[in-house]
């Protein structure tokens, strides 16, 4: 992956990028990292590391403006796990599936390639085993999201013998 592009923020929050030696915006920024591009931005007088924050204003602004990736359900399930002492895992969990996403978006593009040159058997193969893989994916995250039935377990409480739900 490249080196990280140094972006500072000075304090009338213009972001400039030092590599092109020019004031950028975010959406500037948002296509940098759609290419492939790391960014670190600095504060311009102390210094600090504001990546996160200008990433997720990026973020903020597409979900907001564009189409949004990040449904409510799965927002909610994020501030559920703050705090949570499976944080962690939600990270790592996140990291790894993106991480994945991008493996296979990659593959899929080189099984595109070859295709133009072949059949479209493999790149039917891969198709297939992609929806398996994202179908499982997605079951397990949601999985994970949703809050467990009454009595606190993962399955709906069962009614007693002879009772009937109403």
Avoid: C
């Avoid at 790592?92 to 059949?119: D, N, V």
């Amino acid at each position: 992956m490249a080196e990280e592009r140094l972006i500072r923020k000075y304090a009338n929050r213009r972001l400039y990028d030092a590599h092109d030696s020019r004031h950028v915006t975010l959406d500037d920024l948002r296509k940098l990292i759609a290419s492939g591009q790391r960014i670190k931005v600095i504060d311009d007088k102390s210094g600090e590391d504001l990546t996160r924050s200008i990433l997720l204003q990026i973020i903020a602004a597409q979900e907001q403006f564009g189409t949004p990736v990040l449904s409510t359900q799965l927002l909610e399930g994020i501030i559920r796990f703050y705090g949570n002492p499976v944080q962690q895992l939600l990270t790592s969990y996140l990291e790894q599936s993106i991480g994945g996403l991008l493996r296979q978006q990659s593959l899929m593009q080189e099984e595109m390639a070859k295709a133009l040159e072949t059949p479209m058997a493999p790149l039917a193969e891969m198709a297939r085993q992609n929806m398996e893989m994202w179908a499982k994916m997605q079951a397990s995250m949601l999985s994970a999201f949703t809050p467990p039935g009454p009595g606190g377990g993962d399955k709906p409480a069962r009614p007693e013998p002879g009772k009937r739900r109403g």
